[in-house]
């Protein structure tokens, strides 16, 4: 029997009968300070100084965490360890060390002569406690850290003497996996490693050739041609008013349209001779004034 995994429920008998109509079976109801829970007491059960069981009785029954339970309510439990207690008697079973100190640190036995010592079986027990599965009857403890205690009765459990506590499975899941790191093998050729250079050349893509000289368009032929009258000469230069005001008109006068040569021309208008004076625009604050006057 593994000891590390059993747990405790402490209650009042309330009932017992057959299970499943077996009379080597017991199905035990009992009641906690919490709820109601009941236990099923196979011939394999082993009861403590085999004490009848009698509705009643408080007892202490020890059960396996680790094996499957019935999703029913309420609970359902097989019993691998039963024993009765007398009233305000606490149990507990744990793995004490050389110095009777419980493997979680809960608690600490001091032993006395009116201690009483014996194996699980009932016989009696010489040696050391140290190192061992005990089961612990005890009423008071200290409000220390550990607590201790003087326990009114002590039950070895010989079949795991020799055994030290070993982490549970719950335990070893929470832990994070460590990796090995794989060996290499000799025979095993390795990859090549690219050098590394301390100024790295990116490579070049290559670039389309960039035309130097941009195509000019072709050159249209001018249709419109500048006669010889609209040359400037000294005498048609005049103010910058006038030249300013007559510029629109003179540029139209001499843009020629192109005519097509099938089609016949119209007859040229003889131009006027043009004087060599041209007046000039008052200007408006002496308009009034000065009088125009054409000579």
Not at 77 to 88: D, G, H, N, S
Request: charged fraction near 10%; proline fraction near 13%; glycine fraction near 2%.
């Amino acid at each position: 029997m593994n000891y590390e995994y059993l747990i405790s429920v402490t209650g009042m008998i309330t009932s017992i009968s057959p299970f499943n109509n077996d009379c080597c079976s017991q199905f035990v109801s009992i009641r906690t300070e919490e709820q109601e829970l009941h236990l099923i007491l196979s011939p394999e059960t082993m009861v403590v100084d085999s004490m009848r069981l009698l509705p009643g009785m408080r007892i202490a029954a020890f059960y396996d965490s680790m094996a499957p339970v019935p999703l029913i309510y309420p609970p359902q439990y097989r019993a691998l360890l039963v024993t009765t207690l007398r009233a305000e008697e606490d149990i507990t079973l744990k793995y004490f060390d050389e110095n009777l100190t419980a493997s979680d640190g809960s608690l600490k036995l001091n032993i006395y002569p009116s201690t009483f010592i014996s194996t699980q079986n009932g016989q009696t027990y010489s040696c050391s406690l140290g190192n061992h599965y005990l089961m612990v009857y005890y009423v008071n403890t200290t409000r220390s850290i550990p607590a201790q205690t003087s326990p009114t009765r002590v039950i070895v459990m010989c079949q795991a003497s020799s055994q030290a506590p070993q982490p549970s499975p719950m335990a070893d899941n929470t832990r994070v996996p460590q990796f090995t790191q794989t060996p290499v093998n000799p025979q095993r050729p390795q990859a090549s490693l690219i050098p590394q250079t301390e100024n790295p050349q990116i490579p070049q893509f290559n670039q389309m050739p960039v035309a130097t000289q941009t195509p000019q368009p072709p050159v249209m032929p001018q249709t419109s041609q500048m006669t010889a009258d609209t040359q400037e000469t000294p005498f048609r230069q005049a103010s910058d008013n006038t030249s300013l005001m007559n510029q629109p008109a003179q540029m139209a006068d001499n843009i020629q349209t192109p005519m097509d040569p099938g089609m016949p021309q119209p007859p040229q208008m003889p131009q006027q001779p043009q004087s060599f004076w041209q007046p000039q625009m008052p200007h408006p604050v002496f308009q009034i004034y000065q009088p125009f006057c054409r000579c």
